[in-house]
């Protein structure tokens, strides 16, 4: 009964607070675009104060020159885009008249298309209405909406001005709710997320804005219809990861083609051009994924894994090796300072030794395994569980721990082996040290027997 209250309170509090998300989700927006926003302009902020600006200067520079591009961007592309909405509305309606008086009597599916399309009339009445007047409206409404984001914009810009500004405090407000212990490396945590966020989207920002410059003169250029709308949605959509350069390349080719057979190839090819500089050249300026690649932890990870298991299987040496096969240029400087953060140098040594006995590392990540010393015993002739976990961390807070655990955490086999009621389960902390010493001796009555799992002869045998 006690357990079933506190499932209901926990499954209560959660929807309490999606509800109060969910009712000040503005808000919320609000303040995390303006997180964004401070993230993504610090830097330069920081570059212009190191050259002797005072940090007023410093921000009434980048934030002003970030307005007045953007401004000056939505000031020219609209002109030429609400000319090619109107363009593009009246072709379409000459177009839809085409199809109707056409049509009715062309080939069988034309008039099968035909006979299932409403008059212009009709589609020029359900989109206008009497007198044109059911669309005053919507144009409220949008005019509304256009309104209402352009005052959350300027509250994100302040909002991103006043954490650039008060980032200590900030950081010392939210760090207070933090036990002391955890408050140094949350810091680090924070600063680094931020320093990460800050530069992917700074990157995206300026790759999109790239994006739609150099589609929209190309596109002009080559001589191709509606260039600053097609460039519009080129910018957009190269936000979308994977299916961008589709979503782009299909209204292109489509006018394109309306246009001639070798302009719309001629403008999808120079499209997927863009795209590529975009990827491979300019993005690797702003934003090196190898940089901030999920290779390296999941390289560390793997490490982590197979140590807790003593290398019980080869598959897992396996995996260690595919993972360096698919990013054989790894940033060596990061991998390592990974694993001394994380406490598993040691780990990763030994996952590369492992990984060494079953194909050839390269030569950065063989000169990491050392030739002598605990992981090469390690390596060679596996000891006792508890021992080889002890040595297997550098770290003398988690040799504690690994202690602590071993010693004190009841197991699935202390609970297998004496049943107690709910209300005595606290009695398997107590049994726990005694079942724990009487198996370390076991093991290590058996391991100098020869007769241990882990024995010296059956590991070089499995090694060959």
């Known amino acids: 009964m006690r357990r079933l209250a506190w499932f209901t309170s926990i499954i209560l509090g959660t929807l309490a607070v999606l509800f109060l998300l969910w009712e000040f989700r503005s808000a919320v927006w609000i303040f995390l675009f303006s997180l964004a926003a401070a993230a993504t302009f610090r830097p330069p902020i920081k570059q212009l104060t190191k050259r002797g600006l005072s940090l007023s200067m410093a921000l009434l520079l980048v934030y002003g020159a970030v307005v007045l591009v953007v401004g000056g961007l939505l000031i020219v592309v609209s002109f030429n885009l609400l000319t090619e909405l109107q363009d593009l509305a009246n072709r379409f309606a000459i177009g839809y008249q085409h199809i ?52 959350y914009l300027v509250i994100v810009l302040f909002l991103g001005i006043y954490w650039t500004v008060d980032q200590v405090r900030f950081e010392r407000l939210l760090l207070s709710l933090i036990p002391i212990e955890n408050r140094a490396p949350a810091r680090e945590m924070w600063r680094q997320i931020e320093t990460n966020v800050g530069s992917y989207l700074r990157s995206e920002l300026i790759q999109s804005l790239l994006a739609g410059l150099l589609l929209g003169l190309g596109y002009w250029l080559i001589g191709l219809q509606y260039p600053t709308l097609l460039a519009l949605i080129g910018a957009v959509v190269w936000l979308i990861p994977i299916m961008g350069v589709l979503l782009a390349l299909i209204p292109v080719i489509i006018v394109g083609i309306i246009s001639g057979l070798w302009v719309g190839l001629i403008a999808g090819g120079y499209t997927l051009l863009v795209f590529w500089l975009l990827e491979y050249i300019i993005e690797p300026r702003f934003y090196d994924r190898r940089r901030f690649s999920s290779l390296l932890l999941l390289l560390v990870m793997l490490a982590a894994h197979g140590s807790y298991h003593r290398w019980e299987r080869l598959i897992w040496a396996a995996d260690v090796r595919a993972v360096i096969r698919t990013s054989p240029e790894l940033d060596m400087d990061r991998l390592r300072a990974l694993a001394r953060r994380t406490g598993a140098m040691r780990m990763l040594e030994l996952a590369l030794c492992m990984a060494e006995r079953l194909e050839p590392l390269p030569h950065p990540l063989r000169e990491m395994i050392p030739d002598r010393g605990p992981v090469s015993r390690l390596a060679d002739h596996p000891p006792s569980r508890l021992y080889y976990h002890f040595k297997v961390r550098e770290r003398w807070r988690d040799r504690m721990c690994c202690l602590f655990r071993y010693f004190f955490a009841p197991t699935f086999s202390d609970w297998k082996c004496i049943s107690l009621p709910a209300f005595l389960s606290w009695l398997y902390y107590l049994i726990r040290p005694f079942r724990a010493v009487r198996d370390a001796i076991k093991k290590t009555r058996a391991l100098m027997r020869g007769s241990g799992k882990y024995s010296t002869r059956q590991v070089s045998s499995q090694f060959g």
Request: aromatic content about 4%; hydrophobic content about 35%.
């Open 100 to 151: 109707e008086v056409v049509w009715p009597e062309g080939t069988p599916l034309q008039q099968a298309v035909a006979s299932r399309l409403p008059t212009s009339d009709t589609l020029y009445d359900s989109i206008m209405g009497d007198n044109g007047l059911s669309t005053l409206p919507s144009v409220l409404e949008i005019t509304s909406n256009l309104a209402e984001n352009l005052t």
